[in-house]
T-cell receptor
Framework: GAGVSQSPSNKVTEKGKDVELRCDPISGHTALYWYRQSLGQGLEFLIYFQGNSAPDKSGLPSDRFSAERTGGSVSTLTIQRTQQEDSAVYLC????????????FGPGTRLLVL | DQQVKQNSPSLSVQEGRISILNCDYTNSMFDYFLWYKKYPAEGPTFLISISSIKDKNEDGRFTVFLNKSAKHLSLHIVPSQPGDSAVYFCAASAGANFGNEKLTFGTGTRLTIIP
């Protein structure tokens, strides 16, 4: 079946603009995660959705970042008033629910803030 | 504060030989560990995992070893093949609360297999 898809694959924006990044998880996966990878860094956890539970937002770096997951499926990560330090690859992953369920990653959205 | 550390940013290994990638962690609450492999312009793909109740897990050419007392794990690939050339990420999670699956990643090691 189809894997995790993300759009756009690349996004160039100007400092101060808002951006929306989209993630379509694998059908049937109840857990959805957002991570980001800045240049030379590992993947950094941002936010986690599990079913109808309140999301774990503990990784969001500032209140400019927010995410929604509508209908338990598609998710949108929004970055308001983008800054140059927001430039990174934003990765989405989904999994079945369970401690040791494999997280399947999408190809990522490469964001460049000029 | 880097809780998962991969101190070797790169590693080159001759084809057919053993590749050993290392990872250290500082958070004693971590009890589940994973290795992911990443090719350029693709998302990471799961490779192998190990629970803290084990000290070794093997899957084909890949073996992960866990030394809890040293807070160290390693990934062995033998024999190494050209297709193994990629960036390898070590990751960990703390499962004190059931359902806490978010992963903490290391910075990655770029493995190059020399034909």
């Amino acid at each position: 079946g189809a894997g995790v898809s993300q759009s756009p694959s690349n996004k160039v924006t100007e400092k101060g603009k808002d951006v929306e990044l989209r993630c379509d998880p694998i059908s049937g996966h109840t857990a959805l995660y957002w991570y980001r990878q800045s240049l030379g860094q590992g993947l950094e956890f941002l936010i986690y959705f599990q079913g109808n539970s309140a999301p774990d937002k503990s990784g969001l770096p500032s209140d400019r970042f927010s995410a929604e997951r509508t209908g338990g499926s598609v998710s949108t990560l929004t970055i308001q008033r983008t800054q140059q330090e927001d430039s990174a690859v934003y990765l989405c992953a989904s999994s079945l629910w369970g401690r040791e369920e494999t997280q399947y990653f999408g190809p990522g959205t490469r964001l460049l803030v000029l | 504060d880097q809780q998962v550390k991969q101190n070797s940013p790169s590693l080159s290994v001759q084809e057919g030989r053993i590749s050993i990638l290392n990872c250290d962690y500082t958070n004693s609450m971590f009890d589940y560990f994973l290795w992911y492999k990443k090719y350029p312009a693709e998302g990471p793909t799961f490779l192998i995992s190990i629970s803290s109740i084990k000290d070794k897990n093997e899957d084909g050419r890949f073996t992960v070893f866990l030394n809890k007392s040293a807070k160290h794990l390693s990934l062995h690939i033998v024999p190494s093949q050209p297709g193994d050339s990629a960036v390898y990420f070590c990751a960990a999670s703390a499962g004190a609360n059931f359902g806490n699956e978010k992963l903490t990643f290391g910075t990655g090691t770029r493995l190059t297999i020399i034909p």
